[in-house]
């Protein structure tokens, strides 16, 4: 059984750039959650996905963006880079959207903005 | 709102003593509750949950936590710990059934060992 992996795990980009972050969940979860974690703080929630629809949204501005797609990966946009999204990016993935479902965290792709 | 509180940032311990990390919550309901551990470099590890039912909930690596909903804490616990155990952990709430169902996390306490 593989794991969630996280592509790539480092990126450096420059404030107005675009980065996409690309995330494959564990075999057989349907559910995708992104997360930023910046540094000494703890993860906070961007967005789900659940059977390629956006379920449910944390206090971030639409220039975070996602996609699922039908075998259940999922990628993360952000647009119009900020110095402040210099953060951790962490993807879990999970059987079901319920928050009671254990979340399967991948290592995170480290993001640094310029 | 919901919300979690980790009070201390950063604790110290000698191997081999009992270990205890705080943690405090707000929420309307009751909670499902979490505890995660991350190790540099390295993705978050789910410790133990707690949905309801036995107030003491036992984890992986020798970890429990117990639930207190008077003082609305679920505080981690290991009788003896072990070099391995420096980490940083992160108590969460989960948010929600079926839409916007998010795990709010803490701001983590991070736990270093004397050996």
């Known amino acids: 059984e593989t794991g969630v992996t996280q592509s790539p795990t480092h990126l450096i980009k420059t404030r107005g750039q675009q980065v996409t972050l690309r995330c494959s969940s564990q075999?057989?979860?349907?559910?995708v959650s992104w997360y930023q974690q910046a540094l000494g703080q703890g993860p906070q929630f961007i967005f789900q996905y659940y059977r390629e629809e956006e379920n449910g949204r944390g206090n971030f501005p639409p220039r975070f963006s996602g996609l699922q797609f039908p075998n259940y990966s999922s990628e993360l946009n952000v647009n119009a880079l900020e110095l402040d999204d210099s953060a951790l990016y962490l993807c879990?993935?999970?059987?079901?959207?319920?928050?009671?479902?254990?979340?399967?965290f991948g290592p995170g792709t480290r993001l640094t903005v310029l | 709102a919901q919300s979690v509180t980790q009070p201390d940032i950063h604790i110290t311990v000698s191997e081999g003593a009992s270990l205890e990390l705080r943690c405090n919550y707000s929420?309307?309901?009751?909670?499902?509750l979490f505890w995660y551990v991350q190790s540099p470099g390295q993705g978050l590890q789910l410790l133990l949950k707690y949905f309801s039912g036995d107030t003491l909930v036992q984890g992986i690596k020798g970890f429990e936590a117990e639930f207190k909903r008077s003082q609305s804490s679920f505080n981690l616990r290991k009788p003896s710990v072990h070099w391995s155990d420096a980490a940083e952990y992160f108590c969460a709430v989960g948010a929600g059934y079926s839409s916007a169902s998010k795990i709010i996390f803490g701001s983590g306490t991070r736990l270093s060992i004397r050996p």
């Open positions: 075999s057989g979860h349907n559910t």
């Open positions: 929420y309307g309901a009751t909670p499902y």
């Open positions: 879990a993935s999970s059987l079901g959207r319920e928050s009671g479902n254990e979340q399967f």
